[in-house]
């Protein structure tokens, strides 16, 4: 069996070397020459023979024998820096981090020269089909190898989300804002990731005019937000309300300069395609005709909206003006007149949300009007009118994903 050739790493080099300076991740030839690097370090891996667990060339590098227990090595360093890491969560992830980390700290020999001095972790190649494994091969490639160390690297190591799935990296951009009340993002949460959806019109956000719909958070203020669960941006910024902010953004660029928006997957479970441009600017602030409300018993589900909201029409309340605003963690009503509070209900209370099947411009949804009863809860049907089909459709979406977790307001 044939094994690759190391020239392609003389000639990656060679390649960033031209560009003069240390080598960045805007290099052209940093992508490939890591390719190139993994495709040897994986070539005549050894797999087990039972168990579930594939091997690979972080399984060995992990393993490798620190020096001097006493103190830390810039390799022991490396190492311990890619095991902990938080934003890479496979064992691909670990080994890419720990590449890029050998590349900058010019550890990546020394870590193959140990391996070559450790005969149980050698064990991990087959001899005939690997280079690592091979002491006739292994020399040349330690050469090349000293050739990349001498090179200087300026890597972005912060810049590691994506090393799960790809050596392709996003451009990573540092926005920084004042304290504020609201910034105005709209965030969904995809597969542990938390992607702005939406930057609302005259926010903070925009006035600064860094962050574009696509943009994924990956940290704030230093707190890393990879395989983030649901909401958790908002308790992050709640907690360090008052203080100035630091976002790390990530934005994925293609051909021609075009941004990330339409690489963000559609709905809750992120399958699907492109999630199309509304037609316009979601409102933060509704004007509602609030038609009245009526108790549905202990049962909230859906289905109680086909009797409730005729229920409420039929007793032909006076219509109340009110502002609805729908928040990330809750729905607030309000007069329209005075501003007064009617109502608050944090999105844990409300189990429904829908609208008249005859009359599209009418909507309801049920909360929860005795959470902390004994007995258990029963719920009121709260109904009321948009101004058009469009602005119902759009209250019952945002009120949905709000309840169900899957899009949050910052």
Request: proline share 6%; with cysteine; net charge negative.
């Amino acid at each position: 069996m044939g094994v690759p050739s190391t020239s392609g790493v003389l000639r990656g080099g060679l390649g960033l070397r031209e560009g003069g300076g240390p080598c960045t991740d805007a290099s052209p030839h940093l992508t490939s020459l890591c390719q190139l690097l993994e495709s040897i370090l994986r070539k005549g891996l050894r797999q087990p023979s039972w168990g579930f667990r594939r091997r690979d060339y972080w399984h060995w590098l992990e393993q490798l024998p620190t020096e001097d227990s006493s103190r830390p090595t810039p390799l022991s360093t490396s190492i311990r820096k890619a095991s902990s890491c938080e934003k890479v969560q496979t064992t691909q992830g670990r080994g890419r981090y720990f590449l890029r980390l050998a590349l900058q700290g010019k550890v990546l020999a020394a870590a193959v020269r140990q391996l070559a001095q450790t005969p149980r972790l050698l064990e991990f190649y087959d001899p005939v089909s690997s280079i690592l494994g091979n002491e006739d091969l292994l020399e040349p490639f330690l050469s090349l190898l000293l050739v990349v160390t001498e090179m200087d690297f300026s890597l972005d190591l912060q810049n590691c989300s994506f090393l799960d799935e790809s050596w392709l990296l996003p451009v990573c951009i540092t926005y920084e804002t004042v304290p504020c009340r609201v910034l105005g993002m709209v965030l969904r949460y995809v597969d542990g990731r938390v992607f702005v959806t939406e930057v609302l019109p005259e926010s903070q956000a925009e006035v600064d005019e860094v962050v574009l719909a696509g943009d994924i958070l990956d940290e704030i203020n230093g707190c890393s937000l990879r395989n983030a669960y649901n909401g958790q941006a908002g308790a992050v910024l709640q907690k360090l309300k008052g203080q100035p902010l630091s976002f790390r953004l990530l934005r994925w660029w293609w051909g021609g300069g075009l941004g990330a928006a339409a690489a963000l997957p559609e709905g809750p479970e992120g399958e699907g395609a492109q999630i199309p441009a509304p037609a316009r600017p979601p409102m933060l602030l509704y004007n509602l005709k609030y038609l009245g409300q009526t108790r549905v018993g202990e049962y909230g589900g859906k289905e109680v909206l086909e009797r409730a909201i005729p229920a409420v029409l039929e007793r032909h309340l006076a219509a109340q003006e009110v502002l609805c605003d729908v928040r990330e963690a809750e729905v607030l009503v309000q007069e329209k007149t005075s501003s007064k509070l009617l109502c608050r209900h944090p999105y844990p209370t409300i189990s429904c949300v829908g609208r008249c099947l005859d009359r599209s411009h009418i909507f309801a949804f049920c909360v929860a009007a005795s959470p902390g009863s004994p007995d258990g809860s029963t719920f009121d049907c709260l109904v009321f009118a948009a101004s058009s089909e469009q602005e119902c459709e759009e209250i019952i979406r945002r009120i949905a994903a709000g309840f169900k977790h899957t899009e949050w307001f910052v």
